[in-house]
Nanobody
C-alpha cells in the first residue's frame, strides 16, 4: 500500500498563500503522475493540478496563474504552491498518485480561506 501524507493546510485570509506538501513513503519516480484534488463541502472532488513523471503539468481553469504544482524526486514529495487564495478555494485537498491502473490517495489536508 502506498502511503501519501499531505501537510501545509490551514486557515488564511483572501489573497494570502499556502504551500501544500505530499510526502510519499517510497520513491515517486515510479508513478506516472501525481496530483492534487480538492473537495469542498457538498461538492464533488475535482482535479486541481497534475504533474507527470516527465514534468508536464495541467491545471483546472480556476487556479491557472495562481497555483503551481512541482515535484522533488529526491525528497519523494510533490508540492502545490497556492497564491492569491480565494474563499472558493476552501476545501479538503487530497494528494493522488497513479501507477499503472492504480490510484493512491492521501487522507487530505484542510484549506480554509476567509473573506
Amino acid at each position: 500500500q502506498v502511503q501519501l501524507v499531505e501537510s501545509g493546510g490551514g486557515l488564511v485570509q483572501t489573497g494570502e498563500s499556502l504551500r501544500l506538501s505530499c510526502a510519499a513513503a517510497e520513491t515517486i519516480v515510479t508513478f506516472s503522475s501525481m496530483g492534487w484534488y480538492r473537495q469542498a463541502p457538498g461538492k464533488q472532488r475535482e482535479l486541481v493540478a497534475r504533474i507527470t513523471s516527465g514534468g508536464d503539468t495541467n491545471y483546472v481553469n480556476s487556479v491557472l496563474g495562481r497555483f503551481t504544482i512541482s515535484r522533488d524526486n529526491a525528497k519523494n514529495t510533490v508540492y502545490l504552491q497556492m497564491n492569491s487564495l480565494k474563499p472558493e478555494d476552501t476545501a479538503v485537498y487530497y494528494c493522488n498518485a497513479v501507477r499503472d491502473t492504480w490510484d493512491y490517495w492521501g487522507k487530505g489536508t484542510l484549506v480554509t480561506v476567509s473573506s
